[in-house]
């Protein structure tokens, strides 16, 4: 019996070093591996305009007189532009901030050429679109002694 109980405890032991070892070795194969290189940052070539977000700001925030934004994930076509947009974000909810950064990000191309051509089809995300009351302009007052009389 002595024996059966030996084994029973041995076992559970040569399991957990054999799990471990591997486990080592796993950390140490990571640790000589050099890191994937990162992508170089992106280079905006062309964006959306103060005045073409001010026409896209949402009617019925206007309306309401409410400021907000979306963030949105889009992919980076072989052209630069930006392709297969969803919204994941949208403050205030239900006030048409989602839709208007989507239509803002057909504005967007990056560069793909040289090191930037690693960023075709990848994935973007956190994107965000802040949109500002748009600024009416008011007309001038008329000048004096020219009320209309």
Known sequence: MSRRI?????VPILAGLVASSAWAQAQTKAQT???PARPPPLQVLKSPTPEILARL???TAARAGVEGG???ACVIRRDGTLGDC?????????MGFGGAALLAMTYYQVSVDGPNAVQISRRLSGITIRFALPVRKTPPAPAKGQGGR
């Not at 030996?6 to 041995?10: E, F, K, W």
């Open 57 to 59: 700001f949402p009617a």
């Open 6 to 10: 030996t084994l029973l405890t041995i």
């Open 33 to 35: 591996q050099p890191a």
């Open 70 to 72: 979306a963030t949105v």
């Open 86 to 94: 969803e919204v994941t974000g949208e403050s205030p909810r239900g």
